[in-house]
């Protein structure tokens, strides 16, 4: 990572983070919660999220599938632009965990920092032109307000260039993060790194 | 909207797809082609609610995780999912007092149990999901539940916020295909 951003109690720093009731212990696992742990994060097996989840393996597999699939399938909208929808999502609904782990990877695939800047100042106008505009735009929308999510909201996609299939691809990235900040936010709490000296 | 039901784990080839059902999304939308492109993403979507709407499921009673789509639904003025989870209740001994504390937005009058916990639980993490803290697990397990119960409701609560908002990006996309 190149410079860290701290602004408005959010941070591109690595956190950690710890859950608030028992997690599984990785040396007691069955079989079936070995197979769901390895299949949804390198790391799971070291994370109190996935060791608190894995108390019901077959719900975990299907969000990590569903997870995986959205964040990291080859075509359609560029993961950069993805993760951008995810870090907004989470900025909204104030989840600092997942916007620490997002705000990283948008750098990691865009190779700069300055929307995540915007975004932890302030999400609402952000991005760097139309198009990063566009998805900002629509993904404070489809967070704080999804009934009244129409026509009108895909057209403004649209009109920023987004081809249809990009835009399938940012409402996943968007609602499944509806669903992933609401389990950092409500089963756990970021742990973060030391004061440096 | 009761046929389309499922009655089985996993998402079968053929089944019909809870979200297509709900958008009103066929194979002649050209939209449906786009959605079924990312078929991973429409396989889980669809096992993960089959897993959670399962009648045989272990855990929590199917009736109450019902109303707590239909809660959650209601909070979040999603019409068509409201709609569906409350037809899907229709299928099971109703619990009247429960319908209409809900139906009214007052599940705090429920009398103490874990239902009423649950409902409780489902409108901040709908509502306030910033607003979660540790006393709130512990309100679930003073109301009897275990762990692995609380998950259950945990990741219940956030797929419904997961689907209402597929749902809607969905409609959208296929009302601005109708223009």
Known sequence: MSTIIKNKGYTNETLEWKAWLDVVDPDNCTPEQTEVLEMSHPKAKVSDYYLFLVHQPAILKQRSEAFNAIMYAPGGLARADRELGSLVVSRINGCVYCASVHAQRFEQLAKRNDTVAQVFDEPRGAGVNEREKAIVQFSIRLTEEPENIGPDDIQALKDAGLEQAEILDLLHADAIFAWANRLMLNLGEPVFPPPQA | ?179
């Open chain 2, 1 to 179: 909207m009761n046929d389309n039901y499922p009655s089985t784990t996993g998402a079968r080839p053929g089944s019909t797809d809870a979200v297509d059902a709900i958008v009103g999304l066929t194979p002649s939308d050209p939209l449906f082609a786009i959605r079924h492109a990312r078929h991973k993403v429409v396989h889980a979507t669809q096992g993960s609610y089959e897993l959670f709407f399962d009648p045989s499921s272990q855990g929590l009673p199917i009736q109450e995780r019902l109303l707590v789509a239909w809660h959650a639904s209601l909070l979040s003025r999603s019409d068509a999912l409201a709609r569906h989870y409350r037809d899907a209740l229709d299928r099971y001994a109703s619990d009247a007092e429960a319908m209409a504390a809900i139906e009214g937005g007052r599940v705090d009058s429920l009398p103490p149990s874990r239902l009423r916990a649950m409902l409780i639980f489902t409108r901040k993490l709908i509502l306030k999901p910033v607003e979660g803290d540790q006393a709130a697990l512990e309100q679930l397990r003073d109301a009897g539940m275990a762990t692995a119960d609380i998950v259950t409701l945990a990741q219940l609560v956030a797929f419904l916020s997961y689907q209402i908002r597929l749902v809607a990006g969905l409609s959208a996309m296929k009302a601005l295909e109708s223009l």
